[in-house]
């Protein structure tokens, strides 16, 4: 996180172009490059190409290297001398290999498919599984100039790659070496990786140089990480304990929750039975007819009868209706008054 930090105040200070068209684009590389820094303590993603060690997949992310105007390269280079990996892997990114390699793993079988690029290809990869061809160490010896400070890229990892007096050298950044002051470039002379160190002067590291200050404090930091391994494992061994204990807890209050709802429903099962209670009898009332009408009593029969049997709300038949419509109408020029 310093070193990010470090990064990000060097980045800001820098002076941009004068050119205002490059200056625009400055800046927005500049803004990309600083909503990445965040990311960059875990790494960049980068796809790799086989034909020169700057061939690289542009992404954002190789900006960063730009605004520094430091170097990305790789030597994971298939040699034009051999033309089938050469024709094969051709412009092919990394990604697209992989793609490659896939399909003839699903297609191997198939007679009828021609898997000749395929094949080439995967016989590419197997022959340089270290991520590092000959071919592409002779390029970063020629291409890398006396001097120059580079950002080398290999197995997923980022490396410092220096050239002093026409050698290259790797930067040991490895965290068993911490304490050996008289440790600092490791030669990058093979494929092999047949490792030979030196110090900070670029002279060749004894071993029996080593101060036993320096071999201490390693066995400390190694002891110190045995340890943290231990104690985690021991943390995460109480955890899953505690994860047990509380199951069983759980299981065993189910169960007993379980049992006494079934002791109850035993004990319902046992008692007598007992008849439900009847509702009250409710002695049915038969509405009575309306005064004057009705098969229990007399019909009226004058017309002054049956208007008086409506106002009371006596229920008229059809035809008593019919004549007292006719008696009211004749006192009503307008029939306005009817009986509905």
């Not at 900006?63 to 040699?79: P, S």
């Not at 191997?108 to 991520?131: G, H, P, R, V, Y």
């Not at 291409?143 to 050698?167: C, M, P, Q, W, Y």
Request: net charge negative; aromatic share 8%.
């Amino acid at each position: 996180e310093q070193l990010v930090a470090l990064l990000g105040d060097l980045l800001v200070t820098q002076k941009a172009p004068d050119n205002k068209d490059l200056e625009q684009n400055y800046n927005q590389n500049v803004s990309d490059a600083i909503a990445l820094f965040p990311t960059l303590q875990f790494g960049l993603d980068v796809n790799v190409r086989f034909r020169n060690i700057t061939d690289f997949e542009f992404t954002k992310e190789l900006t960063v290297f730009d605004l520094f105007n430091i170097r990305l390269v790789h030597g994971w280079l298939v040699d034009p001398d051999c033309e089938e990996f050469y024709n094969d892997v051709g412009d092919l990114s990394y990604n697209e290999v992989v793609e490659k390699l896939v399909y003839l793993s699903e297609h191997q079988n198939d007679e009828s498919k021609d898997l000749t690029q395929e094949k080439n290809i995967s016989l590419f990869m197997n022959s340089s599984a270290s991520q590092l061809t000959a071919y592409g160490l002779e390029q970063l010896q020629n291409d890398i100039g006396e001097s120059e400070f580079a950002v080398f890229f290999r197995n997923n990892h980022f490396s410092v790659l220096h050239k002093h007096e026409g050698t290259l050298y790797l930067l040991v950044t490895d965290q068993g070496y911490l304490y050996q002051q008289k440790i600092m470039w490791e030669l990058f002379d093979s494929v092999d990786g047949d490792s030979q160190f030196v110090g900070a002067d670029f002279k060749l590291y004894n071993p029996e140089d080593a101060t036993p200050e320096g071999i201490v404090a390693s066995n400390e930091m190694m002891a110190d990480s045995q340890l943290a391994v231990q104690l985690q494992k021991e943390e995460e061994e109480a955890q899953l304990r505690a994860q047990e204990e509380q199951r069983l807890a759980q299981e065993k209050a189910d169960h007993e929750m379980a049992m006494k709802l079934q002791q109850e429903l035993d004990g319902q099962e046992g008692e007598p039975n007992v008849p439900a209670a009847r509702p009250a009898q409710v002695p049915n009332v038969a509405a009575k007819p309306a005064p004057g009408v009705g098969s229990g009593s007399s019909q009226p029969t004058t017309l002054e009868e049956l208007y008086t049997a409506h106002q009371q709300g006596a229920q008229l038949t059809p035809e008593q209706t019919q004549q007292l419509n006719a008696f009211l109408s004749q006192g009503n020029a307008n029939g306005d008054c009817q009986v509905m």
